[in-house]
């Protein structure tokens, strides 16, 4: 088994809560919706 983007996923967050960064997931959504909203 390989865990490597979830490993380094919860290392992430919890380096974040350490040194006291707040983490945001954002929803997902089309690549046409993203660039339109970034164009906008």
Not at 4 to 22: D, F, H, K, P, Q
């Amino acid at each position: 088994m390989c865990y490597g983007t979830e490993l380094t996923s919860n290392a992430v967050l919890a380096w974040c809560g350490e040194i006291g960064v707040e983490w945001h997931y954002i929803g997902k959504h089309p690549p046409k919706a993203a660039g339109a909203m970034t164009l906008a």
